[in-house]
């Protein structure tokens, strides 16, 4: 499946940003879904994951409480709800498929967006 992130950009702490990932060319109810970010000089990490049907959602410990991820199927996308943002968010957030259920391995997912940079000033 093809995936295209989009939504990113400058946002105050504090404030919100959604974050949307449309994909085409596959199934899309048949992929668990989920987003990672890359801040510079670090490597990439697990932010959220959303099961195939929706039912099943997982936070890394970072973000629960303020992100929510979320798929509407009859669209073909996956979103990022960004709330409380902290400077440490800023990031170039990717959205990422496998077929199957979620997992938090990034190793573990085939099909990549582009990303998206979200940058949060202090």
């Known amino acids: 499946v093809q995936l295209q992130a989009s939504g990113g950009g400058l946002v105050q702490a504090g404030g919100s940003l959604r974050l949307s990932c449309a994909a085409s060319g596959g199934t899309f109810s048949t992929y668990g879904m989920a987003w990672f970010r890359q801040a510079p000089g670090k490597e990439r990490e697990f932010v959220a994951g959303i099961s195939m049907k929706g039912f099943a959602t997982y936070y890394s410990d970072s973000v629960r409480g303020r992100f929510t991820i979320s798929r509407d199927n009859a669209k073909n996308t996956v979103y990022l709800q960004m709330s409380s943002l902290k400077p440490e968010d800023t990031a170039v957030y990717y959205c990422?498929?496998?077929?199957?259920?979620?997992?938090?391995?990034?190793?573990?997912?085939?099909?990549w967006g582009q990303g998206t940079l979200v940058t949060v000033s202090s």
């Open positions: 990422a498929g496998r077929r199957g259920n979620m997992v938090v391995d990034s190793n573990a997912y085939d099909d």
